[in-house]
DNA sequence: AGAGTTATTGAAAACAGTTTTCATTATACA
DNA sequence: TGTATAATGAAAACTGTTTTCAATAACTCT
């Protein structure tokens, strides 16, 4: 089992542009509200709810309304860029979805996610294959707790 | 990392037993409803829907009440012996907790769980407790696939 | 830049899942 | 068996999410 690698985030401003121009590129026209959900979530280092969204997003776009947020939602998370991240209450969150793969530390506090490399479930899936006659598509690794700055 | 040991159901009558024991024991009664919901969750392989339980404890119990279905799980819940399960995508299901783990294997298709066994991941938290600063309390493995009779 | 096309918007309504309310029923205990 | 009261189910209330629809705003073409 290798060391845990905490992955940060490096330039949530590039991320942001990123998002807008992928939006573009498949067709996806450029609106305030749109901007406004993206800035938020893409510059965010805690999971953030649908109405989460729509409270800080007022900030940006004052006209933002709750229905354009789960829509800019369902287009991000069709373009993989953002992921829905389950708590312990059920209560559906989105990060950005950095990796394809789902390491995901949260704090059941705050809400803040860690994102981070390091486990070697590759091996241990194709053995569970092999013990269960599943065939195996994806796996979620999520560990919970209090962060540094809730505890 | 250990061989995975996929733990099989041993005796679901059993557990149906030690259910209803452990509701009376905590000063609930037994009810028709709550035996319904009971029998129906503790001899399932299936993580069940609230809805589901309702559909299925039907068929024992004909004045059943969805209502009742949630408050049973509460209780069931509260005892420790009913977990949770996040499906991808995203509904509440149930199923018997069999171990204060959640190491779980779930049919994408048919909803069907396994639990296991066989992974190392002790370490890999106090490691990672280490590189974060989080205080790690629970963590979360989940496998998503096919299962035999699905694919 | 301006006009036209059409994707996108937000308010309201609809909808699904879950919880609360409350009068009635059924369980456990004396 | 009778009694106190926990538990029930129908209906209403609530929360989170999706749909509807007329008005608006973003892109395209000239």
Redesign the interface.
């Known amino acids: ?1 290798p ?4 992955i940060t985030e490096s330039n949530a401003r590039q991320k942001t542009l990123q998002w807008l121009e992928s939006l573009q590129s498949n067709g996806y026209r450029l609106t305030s509200s749109r901007r406004a959900v993206v800035e938020v979530l893409a510059t965010a280092d805690q999971s953030l709810t649908a109405a989460d969204l729509y409270r800080i997003g007022l900030e940006r776009h004052k006209r933002l309304g709750l229905v354009s947020v789960y829509r800019t939602l369902e287009k991000l998370e069709e373009l993989g860029l953002v992921q ?1 991240v ?1 708590r ?1 209450d ?1 209560c ?1 969150a989105y990060i950005s979805a950095l990796e394809g793969h789902q390491h995901l ?1 949260l ?2 506090s705050c809400g803040r996610v ?1 994102i ?1 490399r ?4 590759k ?3 194709r ?3 092999g ?18 700055q809730c ?1």
């Open positions: 089992m060391q845990p690698q905490i829905r389950h312990p059920g559906h530390l704090c059941e860690e981070f390091g486990d070697n479930l091996e241990f899936s053995r569970l294959e013990a269960s006659g599943f065939e195996i598509h994806e796996h979620w690794l999520q560990f919970f707790g209090l962060c540094s505890h």
